[in-house]
C-alpha cells in the first residue's frame, strides 16, 4: 500500500470515532503529515464543534510546521459558512502546501468548491485516494444528500428453522431468539444510528422501549408505523427517553415530544412515504427493526441499503416466517452461538 493511502486509511480509521455524534455532519478523519511522520490528527466533533481540519491543525503545536506539511483528509474540505468557518480557508490560512483527499463531497453547498479554492490558491490537490473506501465510510452523509433519504438498515433475529417470532405467548415482551452477547451489539448499533423503525404489531406485541440500554450513547429518534391511531400513550415508545415521531394515515397535532406524520399510508408506496418524511426530518440513517410485515415493505420496494440478520440457536416450528431476502451476502461470523449476516444492496 502506498504511503497516500495509508494516511488515508489512518484518516478512516479515526474518523469513526465520531460515529452516531458528527450527524448531520459527515464524521470526517485528518491526518497531517511531515516527512513521512504523523504530526497531527483530529475528526470530526460532535455536531456543532469543530470540523476534523480543524482538530487536527490545532493539535499540532509548532504551526510553522504546516507550511511544510500534507493534510490527508477523507472528504473534500467544505468551502462555506455553517456552525463553523470553511475548512478550506483554515487550510490556505496556515499555508498547508499539499492536501490529499479520499473522496469529493457531493452535497451541493461544496461539490468541487472546496478543492477549487484549494488549487486557486497555490495548494497542491490530490483527490481519489481510496475512493471507495472513503465512500463506504461516507455511507450515510452520501445517501442523505444524493438519494434524498436516509440509509436504510434493515434487522432482525430469526430461529434456526426461519422464524422471528412464535404463533403465541404468554407475556407482552420479547421472545429472545439470540443471546445477550447479539443483544448488546443491537444496541451499540442504536447508538451509531439516528432513527429506529417499528411496526405497529411490535409495539403492541412486545411494547418495546427502542432505546439504548446494555452500551452507552445516544437514544435513536424512535419511528412508529401505526396506520389507524391504535396505540395509546401508555407504550413504551412515547415515553420521554427520546423523541417519537408516529406516521399515521389519520390527521392529527402533534405534541411537545411526539410527532405526528400523515401519509397515504395503505397505498402501495408507503416506505416511499417514510423516507420522504425521515428526510424531512433530516433523518440520515434508520434502523429497521421489523417485525416481518415492515421489513418485508421495505425489501419490496427496493428501499434498503444493508440488512443485519442474527441467526439464534433456537427453534419456534412454527410463527411468523423472517423476511424473504435474495441479495448479497458480504460478511458472516460467529456471535457465540449466534451467526450474524451481513447483506448488502447493490
Not at 497516500?4 to 503529515?33: D, F, S, W
Not at 442523505?144 to 422471528?164: Q, V
Not at 448499533?189 to 452507552?216: C, F, H, K, M
Request: proline letters at 3%; charged letters at 25%; hydrophobic letters at 35%.
Amino acid at each position: 500500500m502506498a504511503n497516500h493511502e495509508l494516511y488515508i486509511q489512518r484518516c478512516i480509521e479515526i474518523g469513526k470515532n465520531g460515529l452516531g455524534t458528527t450527524r448531520p455532519n459527515p464524521m470526517v478523519g485528518a491526518v497531517i503529515v511531515l516527512n513521512n511522520k504523523i504530526i497531527g490528527e483530529g475528526y470530526t466533533s460532535a455536531y456543532g464543534g469543530n470540523h476534523a481540519e480543524l482538530n487536527a491543525i490545532n493539535s499540532v503545536k509548532n504551526k510553522d510546521l504546516l507550511k511544510e506539511s500534507t493534510l490527508y483528509v477523507t472528504l473534500e474540505p467544505c468551502s462555506h459558512y455553517g456552525k463553523t468557518p470553511p475548512c478550506s480557508d483554515l487550510i490556505i490560512k496556515h499555508s498547508i502546501p499539499n492536501v490529499v483527499i479520499g473522496c469529493i463531497d457531493d452535497n451541493t453547498l461544496v461539490a468541487g468548491k472546496g478543492i477549487k479554492k484549494l488549487r486557486e490558491a497555490g495548494t497542491n490537490v490530490i483527490v481519489g485516494i481510496l475512493e471507495r473506501a472513503c465512500k463506504e465510510h461516507h455511507k450515510r452523509f452520501f445517501t442523505y444528500h444524493n438519494k434524498k433519504r436516509p440509509y436504510i438498515i434493515l434487522k432482525w433475529a430469526e430461529t434456526s428453522d426461519g422464524f422471528i417470532a412464535p404463533d403465541t405467548k404468554n407475556e407482552q415482551k420479547p421472545v429472545w431468539i439470540t443471546n445477550k452477547y447479539s443483544r448488546q451489539i443491537v444496541h451499540k448499533w442504536r447508538t451509531e444510528e439516528q432513527a429506529i423503525l417499528v411496526g405497529i404489531n411490535t409495539v403492541i406485541q412486545d411494547n418495546p422501549s427502542l432505546t439504548v440500554r446494555d452500551w452507552t450513547g445516544k437514544n435513536p429518534i424512535r419511528i412508529v408505523l401505526d396506520g389507524d391511531l391504535k396505540l395509546s400513550q401508555d407504550f413504551n415508545v412515547f415515553d420521554d427517553a427520546s423523541k417519537t415521531i408516529v406516521i399515521t394515515d389519520k390527521e392529527v397535532s402533534s405534541t411537545k415530544s411526539n410527532v405526528f406524520e400523515e401519509v397515504a399510508f395503505y397505498e402501495s408506496s408507503l416506505a416511499h412515504e417514510v423516507c420522504n418524511i425521515l428526510f424531512e426530518h433530516q433523518i440520515n440513517s434508520v434502523i429497521i427493526e421489523g417485525g416481518s410485515k415492515t421489513l418485508q415493505t421495505f425489501i419490496d420496494e427496493n428501499l434498503w441499503d444493508e440488512a443485519r440478520v442474527f441467526t439464534g440457536n433456537t427453534c419456534f416450528k412454527k410463527g411468523t416466517k423472517a423476511p424473504i431476502l435474495n441479495s448479497k451476502l458480504v460478511s458472516q461470523q460467529k456471535v457465540s452461538k449466534d451467526i450474524l449476516k451481513i447483506y448488502k444492496n447493490d
